[in-house]
């Protein structure tokens, strides 16, 4: 029975990945990373108590963090085995389903590759727009140079928290347990802020996202650089600069990533970013050997197909060793 489940829903992770290198997100689709943004929102008006002291806003997330993890993941998995319970090949349907709507690689090319057509076309306004769509910093004052690094920046950094992680959890638990890093991921990039609204209310939030992040940050870095090998990308450098520039950032697990890609493309990235009308003076990740130019996002997307599908091959091996011993222990 157990072999049974695992190999479905080893199956299902195996096309939910190539359906999200194949469709990505298409436009006005259903999603359940939306679905989680509006539960999120709605949880987060009953559990945020504006005025109140620190302690019980830390409290008051952490309870608001317990309810949505459990809500995110329980609903999924609920759906999964009963789906499992009708029929097999049920189960194998919703499964594939959720692992395709969990995994970001298409999605995060075309976004990117957004920006890359505007800069191509001459049209900086219309690049700063495309941009806007996938940083958090701002925009306005960008030039060309600077909206190629936030582009190749957000490609470097997802390619962690939105391909590597959610395999990662795909890998480990199927569905229900992508469902629950992808809410936590989630929750994290609305209330996670240390600003005045969110400082103690998201920290639990912040804090457990950087827990599940932590492991496969560091996991995606090493393939990366692999990747960067195969694509025959500086794989020396990139290995140089990540052991370097990896904890300039302060997420413990963004400039993991970033850090590689810097150093596999040859470039400087991160620095002095406005956010919100204000000059944050961050750290430079990597050298400056070269200007950033266009292609550099082409560059970054090649190595986010390569890292990606060096992943997807590492967590189908991970699945059939854990059949084998499954099937060698029943065996005995």
Request: net charge positive; aromatic share 10%; hydrophobic share 50%.
């Amino acid at each position: 029975m157990i072999l049974s489940l695992l190999l479905w829903s080893t199956a299902a992770l195996g096309a939910g990945f190539i359906l999200d290198i194949l469709f990505g997100d298409p436009p006005n689709f259903p999603h359940i990373v939306r679905l989680m943004g509006k539960l999120i929102s709605a949880l987060e008006k009953l559990f945020r108590k504006p005025g109140y002291s620190s302690y019980t806003q830390f409290y008051c997330g952490l309870c608001f963090v317990c309810a949505v993890t459990f809500l995110c993941a329980g609903i999924p998995l609920s759906a999964l085995l009963f789906a499992y319970w009708l029929h097999p090949a049920a189960g194998f349907v919703v499964e594939t389903f959720l692992c395709y709507q969990l995994l970001a690689v298409k999605c995060l090319r075309v976004e990117s590759m957004a920006v890359y057509t505007e800069l191509r076309a001459n049209d900086i306004a219309g690049a700063r727009q495309a941009v806007s769509r996938i940083v958090g910093r701002d925009t306005e004052r960008l030039d060309r140079t600077g909206i190629a690094r936030a582009a190749v920046e957000t490609v470097a950094e997802n390619t962690g928290d939105g391909v590597a992680s959610p395999l990662f959890y795909l890998m480990l638990g199927g569905a229900a347990s992508g469902c629950l890093f992808k809410a936590v991921n989630t929750m994290d990039s609305m209330v996670g802020y240390k600003n005045e609204q969110y400082l103690y209310f998201g920290r639990a939030a912040a804090k457990l996202d950087d827990a599940l992040n932590f492991l496969p940050s560091r996991l995606c870095a090493l393939f990366m650089i692999a990747a960067a090998a195969l694509l025959r990308l500086d794989a020396a450098n990139a290995l140089r600069i990540g052991r370097r520039d990896r904890r300039k950032h302060a997420s413990p697990n963004s400039a993991q990533t970033e850090a590689v890609c810097a150093g596999a493309l040859g470039i400087r990235l991160a620095g002095p970013s406005y956010y919100e009308g204000r000059l944050e003076d961050k750290p430079y990740i990597g050298d400056d050997l070269r200007p950033i130019e266009d292609e550099d996002i082409v560059r970054a997307n090649r190595l986010l197909y390569g890292t990606a599908i060096l992943l997807f091959i590492f967590a189908m091996g991970v699945r059939v060793c854990c059949m084998a011993a499954i099937y060698m222990v029943t065996k005995i």
